[in-house]
């Protein structure tokens, strides 16, 4: 969960090796070669779609292009792994979110890494709201009416996969509002969306990147936003706050890390490339279309706000007996 420990005597702390001649003249230099920005997924994934939008922006201000390499597999780990094994010298960036940071260590019973000790925050990308939905024929037309229908017969609901922000938002839900359905996983949201569309499963929970324009069109309806306020570009949708379950709340999100012990002043530059890359406008632009929301954290916020998610959801996680290795 990046802890403050690990966050100090990495991104934001200096070490005894930092002060040799030799790392001196690295940091002074730096960057002077192409830095590395991991993602743990494939090509195509809202990961990977906001990663690269994010090295596009990011490189030109640091004079070095940032080479994105896709390396899926494992929830991320192979991802992570080859992360926290580089050298912290400020040339390998990790594509972080809620399973790299908070999900894993509760999933996996032996990670080849400890996420809490060996990454080290940089900042916030931001949050994706998620969003509970059925087809527009569907005889349920609220929140309440799928729970009032689970009662007789749960309903099939689809996930991008396994132990996403998806798939755990719902199980919390069901089990803070008290009501069954049955879980199916697919290998990503537009598969689940297909089958939704199709009539293979009753209802899906889908982020606001691969849902807005669904919702917005009118080809699914929006039971509820597990959020904490409606978005402003689907402002008809209640929220499970709103509907009485104030307690119900998840997000999908992303961010970037360094490995632990990368210099302070390579990492506070990166910190506020990412902050600079974020706040411009084709972004924002981009977000405001999609509903994203914008968390312009500083890297002692983001690890807060780790800290704050791991706290909630590990423990449930546990509860709930998800893993996903034996």
């Known amino acids: 969960m990046l ?26 230099s730096w960057p002077d ?41 494992g929830g991320a780990v192979v991802a992570t792994e080859n992360v926290v094994r580089s050298a912290p010298d400020g040339y390998s960036m990790l594509h972080v979110d809620n399973g790299i940071l908070v999900y894993n260590p509760a999933l996996y019973s032996r990670l080849p890494y400890d996420p809490d000790k060996d990454l080290a925050g940089l900042g916030f990308i931001g ?15 609220d929140l309440a009416g ?15 996969a396994v132990a ?10 069901k089990r803070r509002a008290g009501f069954e ?15 939704l569309l199709a009539g293979t499963v009753d209802s899906v929970v889908i982020d606001c990147a691969s849902g807005t324009s669904f919702i917005q069109e009118g080809k699914v309806r929006a039971l509820a936003v597990l959020s904490e306020a409606r978005s402003p570009t689907t402002p008809e949708v209640p929220t499970t706050r709103e509907l009485g379950y104030p307690n119900a709340i998840a997000y999908g999100w992303q961010g970037l890390a360094v490995p632990t ?26 977000f405001r279309t999609l509903g994203i929301e914008r968390a ?16 909630e959801w590990r423990p449930l996680i546990r509860e709930l007996g998800i893993r996903l290795d034996s």
Request: glycine share 10%.
């Open 146 to 160: 799928y729970i009032a229908a689970s009662r007789r017969q749960a309903p099939t609901y689809g996930s991008p």
């Open 181 to 195: 359905a049955t879980h199916v996983p697919y290998r990503g949201g537009p598969a689940a969306m297909q089958d």
């Open 33 to 73: 070669r192409p830095i590395r920005l991991v993602i743990g997924y494939p090509p195509g994934g809202a990961s990977d779609v906001f990663g690269r939008m994010i090295a596009a922006l990011m490189g030109p201000r640091l004079g070095q292009s940032i080479v994105v390499e896709n390396r899926p597999g």
């Open 164 to 173: 996403s922000p998806h798939h755990l938002a719902m199980e919390m839900l």
């Open 261 to 286: 012990g990368t210099p302070a002043p390579i990492a506070t530059r990166l910190s506020a490339e990412l902050a600079r890359a974020i706040g411009a406008e084709e972004v924002q632009a981009r």
């Open 127 to 141: 949050r994706f709201p998620l969003f509970l939905v059925v087809r527009p024929d569907s005889p349920i037309k």
């Open 296 to 311: 312009n954290y500083s890297p002692a916020e983001f690890t807060a706000f780790v800290q704050k998610e791991t706290a």
């Open 3 to 28: 802890t403050r420990r690990g966050l100090a005597r990495g991104a934001l702390g200096l070490g005894a090796a930092s002060l040799t001649p030799s790392l001196v003249r690295a940091q002074a």
